[in-house]
């Protein structure tokens, strides 16, 4: 199955998260962050467009649906690719990692007026190193790992937190090589991206290897489907890679050419429709009629 490109543009883009028409601007979107220029984008996959929808600043990573038109976001606090060699003529603006979250009016801020223009706030700032990637519990625990600046070093000083609905935040594992992207099985353990493998967290506090080897250039972002199994992007694989629960590889979904592959979501209005951020060259990609649809996210409630 090959991937259609549904909108380019988008400089590194990751943390795709679907947005039903009750959660969007009145048709089904698709919000993109874009880690190299600091900014949040609303892709229209049905007029193969996007529009700006908020400025972080830094480097926004993750994101995750919220109630009442916010969009919670790992912000890793910025990434200088210019020094990097990719995307040279982007703008290194650095600000404090931690979890925030983006009010947002579905209006371009150019086109916004000022008391309408989509507002960036932090739940969380202090003691974090470079947040990645988020899920939402049903319980409206917002879980994130949090590794180390890349390139990682020799010591395992990744960790994933929880903030708890009351604001508290605490570590719930640490000592990771390099945790990336993380989701919520079936039965609501947490699953992590971790190293080159998929690594399950036990209730005990132990971790369980789900699979050691995702390839050659390892997994980054990734989601489920309803029956439980893993759609991990495969990064310099260059496409998404499916993980039964029991860790064998299912499939794997080509993007066509050279890239990276960051980070992957399930939407559509019957949820079967798998987006994937192919972040260089900087495109949304989509695969249609999957057999199984995505399994069924919490947004955060804001509220609370």
């Known amino acids: ?44 996959p049905d007029e193969q467009r996007f529009e700006e929808l908020a400025d972080t600043a830094g480097g926004p990573n993750g994101a995750a649906l919220g109630t009442a038109g916010t969009i919670v976001v790992t912000q890793n606090g910025g990434t200088d690719f210019a020094k990097m060699g990719v995307f040279t003529d982007s703008r290194y603006r650095p600000v404090t990692p931690g979890l925030q979250v983006v009010a947002t009016a579905g209006t371009p801020p150019e086109q916004a007026e000022p008391e309408k223009q989509a507002s960036v706030s932090y739940l969380a700032d202090v003691g974090f190193q470079a947040p990645n990637d988020l899920v939402v519990a049903p319980d409206g625990t917002v879980y994130f790992t949090d590794p180390p600046p890349y390139p990682p070093p020799e010591q395992p000083l990744g960790r994933v937190w929880a903030y708890e609905t009351d604001g508290n935040v605490k570590v719930v594992a640490s000592q990771f090589a390099y945790c990336n992207g993380i989701a919520l099985d079936r039965d609501r353990t947490v699953v992590v991206v971790e190293g080159r493998g998929l690594q399950r967290l036990l209730p005990d506090g132990e971790k369980e290897w789900i699979t050691e080897t995702l390839g050659r250039g390892g997994g980054d972002g990734f989601c489920l489907d309803a029956d439980g199994n893993f759609y991990v992007a495969a990064t310099v694989d260059h496409g998404v890679r499916v993980i039964a629960s029991d860790g064998n590889e299912l499939d794997f979904l080509t993007i066509e050419g050279d890239g990276v592959t960051t980070n992957c979501c399930f939407g559509g209005a019957d949820n079967r429709t798998l987006f994937a951020t192919d972040a260089v060259p900087g ?13 069924p996210l919490t947004p955060w409630p804001s509220d609370r």
Do not use: H
Not at 283 to 295: D, M, N, S
């Open 1 to 44: 199955m090959q991937a259609e490109v549904v909108v380019g543009g988008i400089r590194f883009g990751e943390g795709p998260v679907w947005c039903p028409p009750e959660a969007s601007v009145g048709v089904g979107t698709l919000v993109v962050t874009s880690v190299c220029d600091g900014k949040l984008f609303r892709v229209f």
């Open 283 to 295: 495109r949304v990609v989509a695969w249609e009629g999957l057999p199984t649809p995505g399994l």
